[in-house]
């Protein structure tokens, strides 16, 4: 973890918890969630110190935690973790229905998918309000407090009410959706109403900036939005609205990737799915409808038929880790998933060959970076996503720069990552000839632009968003006097 010049007590606020511990034959397993903001916060609480407040979610988290409280790590704390217990009904309306049937589809446009109901949305309101009581308790007067994202959208003002002397941050990780879309959600009005209440709100790009303050500005007529410094005065209060795009730790993952381990798994990948001139490519994502994979499928149907000269030279592992599976959608999605790849394979495989392989499962970190390392090209083709960092770790693992990463252009990272071949998941044909174009480049073309790609990552890693975001919240927090 790189020095930080932050200094305040830091409170993390979290819908999922950085740490699980979950009862098994073997006794209790603390099992570490995966992801870029656990990335880049738990070592910087654990050299800091501080507090991360989370919905305790595993089936010994009460076991570990006496009182609510549970030091990370056990056996030399360094941050104390305070876990929220929710009720099964809490989880139903807070998360399952009004965040990840309502909030989550909306965001990413895909409207014809989201439901909203009242009663979802009173759970969701009274389980934001248990975390901002949780933050009131535990939080110092000079505490810089650092909320994320959907689930917890009422959260800063819900906290400001109750402690108006805290400076928070929140940030808004997935996509924000334009105001046209915005307002097909009921309580549109009370979710930039409880955002307003942090003093430094970030977002992954500027569009989505921009299309923020538009929702203010088009929402409450009386509040003057300055477009020229990213402001809203709101309450007698400064909320600096900034695009703080996420990252991840590129030096990591390029230490991973060198190590023998990840060096032996790789060159046995590639003797494997990438011998004899054969060319390996890789996805990796959620089973989530936003993420493009039936699209996807149909654009590789489309590859195989129109050059079928790389029927046979071309092996494409998929990734897809089932999610939310108490959500009817995602089940059905899964299943769509596997029948299309069956369908596929049936269409263009041999008795030697299938075009393509499916994981079904979480893939730990070493031999995901090893996967990375050894493919000639990687898929991201995301119908919407905030950012998308598996395109960067594709991009991080990729030490001998032989890889392809062709992204989507409306994926946050394509912003960042402009030296990928951008495809459209909603273009069959075009994805497929870029994908041919991938395969045809020469190796001082792939090694050029992946370099560039890396070079941008190292200039913007994980370490840098998290630093940029508290120094403009310790900023903004001295620009008033709080009663």
């Known amino acids: 973890m790189e020095d930080t010049p932050i200094t305040r007590p830091?409170?993390?606020v979290?819908?999922?918890e950085p740490y699980v511990d979950e009862r098994t034959r073997r006794g209790i397993r603390v099992l570490p969630n995966a992801g870029g903001v656990v990335s880049a916060l738990d070592p910087l609480l654990r050299k800091m110190g501080g507090d991360w407040v989370a919905w305790g979610s595993g089936s010994a988290d009460r076991q570990t935690a006496p009182g609510g409280i549970r030091p990370v790590p056990l056996k030399d704390p360094r941050y104390r973790l305070h876990r929220i217990y929710l009720s099964p009904d809490e989880v139903q309306g807070y998360y399952n229905r009004y965040a990840n049937q309502g909030l989550w589809p909306l965001s990413h446009m895909l409207i014809e998918r989201a439901r909203f109901s009242r009663q979802a949305w009173s759970v969701y309101r009274s389980v934001n309000l248990k975390f901002a009581r949780k933050v009131a308790r535990e939080g110092a007067a000079d505490a810089l407090i650092f909320s994320h994202d959907y689930q917890l959208a009422l959260f800063p003002s819900l906290l400001r009410q109750l402690r108006p002397e805290l400076a928070i941050a929140h940030f808004w990780h997935i996509p924000w959706p334009t105001f046209t879309v915005l307002r097909l959600?009921?309580?549109?009005?009370?979710i930039l109403r409880g955002l307003l209440g942090a003093d430094v709100l970030g977002f992954q790009t500027d569009d989505d900036v921009e299309a923020f303050l538009t929702s203010v500005e088009r929402t409450f007529r009386h509040v003057l939005v300055d477009r020229t410094t990213q402001q809203v005065q709101w309450q007698g209060r400064t909320v600096q609205v900034t695009a703080f795009p996420i990252s991840v730790d590129i030096e990591e993952i390029e230490r991973?990737?060198?190590?023998?381990?990840?060096?032996?798994?790789?060159?046995?990948?590639?003797?494997?799915?990438?011998?004899?001139?054969?060319?390996?490519?890789?996805?990796?994502?959620?089973?989530?409808?936003?993420?493009?994979?039936?699209?996807?499928?149909?654009?590789?149907?489309?590859?195989?038929t129109r050059y079928p000269h790389r029927r046979g030279q071309v092996n494409f592992l998929q990734i897809?880790?089932?999610?939310?599976?108490?959500?009817?959608?995602?089940r059905t999605l899964f299943r769509q998933v596997e029948e299309e790849t069956e369908r596929l394979n049936r269409e263009f495989g041999t008795a030697d060959w299938k075009?393509?392989?499916?994981?079904?499962?979480?893939?730990?970190?070493?031999?995901?970076?090893?996967?990375?390392?050894?493919?000639?090209?990687a898929l991201v083709s995301s119908l919407f996503d905030g950012m998308n960092l598996v395109a960067k770790e594709f991009v991080s693992s990729q030490i001998e720069g032989r890889g392809v990463l062709l992204l989507?252009?409306?994926?946050?990272?394509?912003q960042e990552l402009d030296a990928a071949l951008s495809v459209n998941p909603w273009d069959p044909e075009g994805f497929a000839a870029?994908?041919?174009?991938?395969?045809?480049?020469?190796?001082?073309?792939?090694?050029?632009?992946?370099?560039?790609?890396q070079k941008q990552i190292h200039g913007h890693t994980l370490f840098d968003w998290v630093t940029a975001i508290l120094i403009a919240l310790e900023a903004a927090s001295e620009h008033y006097v709080r009663t």
Do not use: W
């Open 256 to 304: 991973l990737a060198q190590s023998p381990r990840v060096t032996r798994f790789a060159h046995g990948i590639r003797r494997r799915l990438a011998s004899g001139g054969q060319q390996l490519g890789i996805s990796v994502e959620r089973a989530d409808y936003t993420k493009g994979i039936i699209p996807r499928l149909e654009a590789l149907r489309e590859f195989f």
């Open 185 to 190: 959600c009921p309580q549109y009005q009370e």
């Open 14 to 16: 979290t819908n999922r």
């Open 408 to 414: 989507s252009e409306t994926a946050g990272a394509s």
């Open 355 to 377: 075009p393509v392989l499916t994981v079904r499962r979480s893939v730990d970190r070493t031999r995901l970076t090893g996967l990375f390392r050894a493919a000639d090209f």
């Open 434 to 453: 870029t994908l041919e174009q991938a395969l045809s480049l020469p190796a001082e073309e792939r090694i050029r632009r992946m370099q560039a790609m």
């Open 320 to 330: 897809v880790v089932p999610t939310r599976s108490e959500v009817n959608a995602y």
């Open 10 to 12: 830091l409170v993390v």
